[in-house]
């Protein structure tokens, strides 16, 4: 018999972000900045941030949209993680969320050896540019359990 892998959708999806989130805290490159204290996660948001370990789960969650996805990009992850803004008496619109957070931790991710940054190949349709998980990076996050 052969042994099988654990795959990242093995685990219920809000349990396997909080364990990745906390392995991600014993990786030396990821560090949460000073300014994360105090910036809000986007536009729409009234408040900065009150989670202690903001940081880490939004850093297991983009991890875990590269791992599914294959490649993503700053903006389509801006996109993702969008919110209503409330404007008074104008009815809500949908406002991308802050690109300062997500382009620092794919810096972090890209400094561990998680992810590596594609290009676009001319000539070639449906390849686009963004991040994509490295060997390590998937193994990182498929020895999860």
Same mark, same amino acid.
């Given at each position: 018999?052969?042994?099988?892998?654990?795959?990242?959708? #093995?685990?219920?999806?809000? #349990?396997?972000?909080?364990?990745?989130?906390?392995?991600?805290?014993?990786?030396? =490159?990821?560090? =949460?900045?000073?300014?994360?204290?105090?910036?809000?996660?986007?536009?729409?948001?009234?408040?900065?941030? =009150?989670?202690?370990?903001?940081?880490?789960?939004?850093?297991?969650?983009?991890?875990?949209?590269?791992?599914?996805?294959?490649?993503?990009?700053?903006?389509?992850?801006?996109?993702?993680?969008?919110? +209503? @803004?409330?404007?008074?008496? +104008?009815?809500?619109?949908?406002?991308?969320?802050?690109?300062?957070?997500?382009?620092?931790?794919?810096?972090?991710?890209? @400094?561990?050896?998680?992810?590596?940054?594609? @290009?676009?190949?001319?000539?070639? @349709?449906?390849?686009?540019?963004?991040?994509?998980?490295?060997?390590?990076?998937?193994?990182?996050?498929?020895?999860?359990?």
């Amino acid at each position: 018999m052969t042994e099988r892998k654990n795959l990242v959708y #093995e685990i219920e999806p809000q #349990e396997y972000n909080l364990k990745l989130a906390a392995a991600l805290k014993n990786v030396s =490159e990821f560090q =949460e900045p000073e300014w994360a204290k105090f910036i809000k996660s986007s536009s729409s948001k009234e408040r900065p941030i =009150e989670d202690i370990d903001f940081w880490y789960k939004r850093a297991a969650s983009i991890l875990k949209q590269i791992y599914k996805k294959k490649v993503v990009g700053v903006n389509r992850l801006r996109t993702k993680y969008g919110s +209503k @803004k409330n404007r008074g008496m +104008k009815p809500e619109r949908f406002v991308k969320s802050g690109g300062k957070i997500i382009r620092t931790v794919l810096q972090q991710a890209d @400094k561990a050896g998680f992810t590596e940054s594609v @290009k676009d190949v001319k000539g070639l @349709k449906g390849k686009r540019m963004g991040r994509k998980l490295t060997e390590k990076g998937r193994k990182f996050m498929e020895e999860i359990k």
